[in-house]
């Protein structure tokens, strides 16, 4: 998914599993491009259960589909081991047109970013700090290891605590066309809306409660975005 300035920017709805059944036609009706299925947030993670619940959004929505088994350590709803999210991933992948996975979790990222490129699916290496944002060394070694290991796209999501912050995070935007840039908390709020004109491939939006800090209401988002005209 790269992007020109001829195309607009691109906005994930985020599904969690106590929405999922009520939030897919508000998501298409307020102008989502992709559906975000948090999967560490459905209460049941019986493999055949998320399997029909996926087809459905596939279905109802008729939008690409990103499958996130979110990690605890980055901001996952609960403590899943790296045996089930692997299985997870391996079962549920079939559903989704990209696969989101965390540079860290590295007992599994190599099996998770094989069984993608097998399945021609699209891969997004993510990072996420709730604390800080780092220097720019800790940033360039996050892009260059995720890009070589085999990603499609490297997302980088890290708390801003100064404007410094929100500015070093844009200038990554230069470093490649195959990154999500976003600033978390108050400060980092409009990186979800100025970094997509920029080149960041894609935001998130909520529906209903939100799955970070700083995240916008999808509508929201749509309204930031149409007063530039976009």
């Not at 989101?100 to 990072?127: F, Q």
């Amino acid at each position: 998914m790269s992007r020109t300035g001829k195309t607009r920017p691109k906005i994930a709805a985020v599904i969690t599993g106590s929405t999922a059944s009520t939030v897919v036609e508000k998501a298409v009706s307020q102008g989502a491009d992709l559906l975000e299925a948090r999967i560490d947030t459905f209460r049941s993670l019986d493999p055949a259960s998320l399997a029909v619940a996926l087809k459905e959004l596939k279905r109802s929505s008729r939008l690409p589909l990103i499958l996130t088994v979110r990690s605890k350590k980055e901001g996952g709803a609960r403590d899943i081991p790296d045996e089930k999210r692997l299985e997870l991933f391996n079962s549920l992948m079939k559903f989704a047109d990209y696969v989101d996975i965390e540079a860290s979790s590295s007992g599994i990222l190599k099996n998770v970013l094989k069984s993608a490129t097998k399945e021609r699916k699209k891969s997004i290496v993510s990072y996420h700090n709730f604390k800080s944002t780092p220097g720019d060394k800790k940033f360039k070694e996050i892009i260059e290891s995720a890009l070589s290991s085999g990603a499609d796209i490297v997302k980088l999501a890290t708390y801003v605590n100064s404007f410094e912050d929100l500015r070093r995070l844009s200038r990554l935007l230069s470093l490649s066309d195959r990154l999500i840039i976003i600033g978390m908390g108050p400060l980092g709020a409009a990186s979800r809306v100025f970094f997509p004109m920029i080149g960041s491939l894609i935001t998130y939006g909520s529906i209903t409660g939100k799955t970070a800090p700083g995240q916008l209401k999808l509508k929201d988002l749509k309204k930031e975005f149409s007063r530039f005209g976009i």
